[in-house]
T-cell receptor, first 113, second 115 residues
Framework: DQQVKQNSPSLSVQEGRISILNCDYTNSMFDYFLWYKKYPAEGPTFLISISSIKDKNEDGRFTVFLNKSAKHLSLHIVPSQPGDSAVYFCAASGRTGANNLFFGTGTRLTVIP | ETGVTQTPRHLVMGMTNKKSLKCEQHLGHNAMYWYKQSAKKPLELMFVYNFKEQTENNSVPSRFSPECPNSSHLFLHLHTLQPEDSALYLC??????????????FGPGTRLTVL
């Protein structure tokens, strides 16, 4: 059973507007959440992360929000740029033990110029 | 070379062939990982090595055999694969595998097709 879910396979946004990518998880033992971006023919690139002791982490145009009670996190990109067009993966891992990442299936973001 | 490199980038093999995938990381990390990405499925962790020792085998069939001669190199030896093993195989590395949440850095992947 999939423990990390990205229910929207694709999202289109106008350049300059906000992109909101969503992710849900089922395992309450997850302690760290990460977002990766993937361009075609490249491996996933680490973007931003958040630990469960926080509810928000910001890095430039990228902000991740965590709602532990809802087991939901989201990635906000403001303002969106055409170069942000890629597949975005949400991932989660536990606190201790092996750093095993559980990935969602990804959301393809298209930013329209 | 910087980051994580993988060779070959593309591989086509028959079910009776033996081939190997290679991964090298230039980040000074101590943990390395193999992932499989099949169409429409999330990345699946296959193996984890921490300081050259295998710490995780995620119920992977024995036709996939990993090897980690040192912290910078990781191999995946392939033998008598099935067509359903066709996928993108990704290598990753991180500082170590014992701390939850450590960012993993990925290579570009090897696109494997089994005929």
């Amino acid at each position: 059973d999939q423990q990390v879910k990205q229910n929207s396979p694709s999202l289109s946004v106008q350049e300059g507007r906000i992109s909101i990518l969503n992710c849900d998880y089922t395992n309450s033992m997850f302690d760290y959440f990460l977002w990766y971006k993937k361009y075609p023919a490249e491996g996933p690139t680490f973007l931003i992360s958040i630990s469960s002791i926080k509810d928000k982490n910001e890095d430039g145009r990228f902000t991740v929000f965590l709602n532990k009670s809802a087991k939901h996190l989201s990635l906000h990109i403001v303002p969106s740029q055409p170069g942000d067009s890629a597949v975005y993966f949400c991932a989660a891992s536990g606190r201790t033990g092996a750093n095993n990442l559980f990935f969602g299936t990804g959301t393809r973001l298209t930013v329209i110029p | 070379e910087t980051g994580v490199t993988q060779t070959p980038r593309h591989l086509v093999m028959g079910m009776t062939n033996k081939k190997s995938l290679k991964c090298e990381q230039h980040l000074g990390h101590n943990a390395m990982y193999w992932y499989k990405q099949s169409a429409k499925k999330p990345l699946e962790l296959m193996f984890v090595y921490n300081f050259k020792e295998q710490t995780e085998n995620n119920s992977v069939p024995s036709r996939f055999s990993p090897e980690c001669p040192n912290s910078s190199h990781l191999f995946l030896h392939l033998h008598t694969l099935q067509p359903e093993d066709s996928a993108l195989y990704l290598c990753a590395s991180s500082q170590d595998s014992a701390s939850g949440g450590a960012a993993q850095y990925f290579g570009p992947g090897t696109r494997l097709t089994v005929l």
